[in-house]
């Protein structure tokens, strides 16, 4: 079978490479933010890198729609133990994934797998569940970006960002352009000096 030539992938692995979007699920959309999101979704898309969001409705949706609409790959990390939980106590959408993943783990939950199935992590809006799954993804050591002007916590993450003082390994990229955020982190991803928490000899689990 031959491969989709766009298809971006991980170096040491060789599976497609994940970009987690995190963002609030349940704030009124403005046009230009829900704009920005799908903007986000297409870039994730055009580059040939899997979206993966909790599969949740608001502002993730927004960019799982715009990738749809170029074709790309999406995958959503439920909360619920099966598709009537997710459909009916979640009230989230389902017909637009190419993978949907029940985990039963509930909204926090299920947070630390979106985090550790992400290579890279995009916050965009949110509240205080973004903001979470913000500080697993800095722990992890994740590459972030952050997509400003979208409001919510994305507004005080440089600031919160510089309280931390913790050398996790996290590295954080703010763009209120998304191909350019997109395509920023597909570079510090792909660069020679960049130590992936994933791999071997990685970040992760040598910081404590």
């Not at 040939?48 to 609409?69: D, I, M, R, S, W």
């Not at 783990?105 to 903001?131: A, F, H, P, Q």
């Amino acid at each position: 079978m031959t491969e989709h030539p766009h298809v971006s992938r991980e170096p040491f692995t060789g599976v497609q490479i994940r970009v987690g979007v995190m963002g609030s699920a349940g704030e009124p959309l403005e046009p230009t933010v829900a704009s920005l999101c799908r903007g986000l979704g297409r870039a994730i898309a055009e580059r040939g890198c899997c979206l993966l969001t909790g599969a949740c409705p608001g502002l993730p949706h927004e960019a799982v729609l715009g990738a749809k609409e170029v074709g790309g790959h999406v995958v959503g990390i439920s909360p619920a133990s099966s598709l009537r939980e997710h459909v009916e106590a979640f009230d989230s959408p389902y017909r637009e994934y190419d993978v949907l993943i029940f985990t039963g783990l509930g909204l926090m939950g299920r947070e630390l797998v979106n985090i550790r199935s992400s290579d890279i992590v995009v916050v965009m809006g949110g509240r205080s569940g973004t903001l979470g799954e913000f500080a697993i993804a800095y722990e992890e050591g994740k590459l972030i970006g952050v997509l400003t002007g979208t409001g919510g916590i994305t507004d005080a993450l440089r600031v919160v960002e510089a309280s931390l003082r913790k050398a996790t390994g996290a590295e954080v990229m703010y763009d209120a352009e998304p191909s350019q955020l997109v395509d920023r982190l597909l570079g510090r991803y792909r660069s020679q000096d960049y130590v992936c928490p994933c791999r071997p000899g990685g970040q992760q689990g040598k910081r404590r």
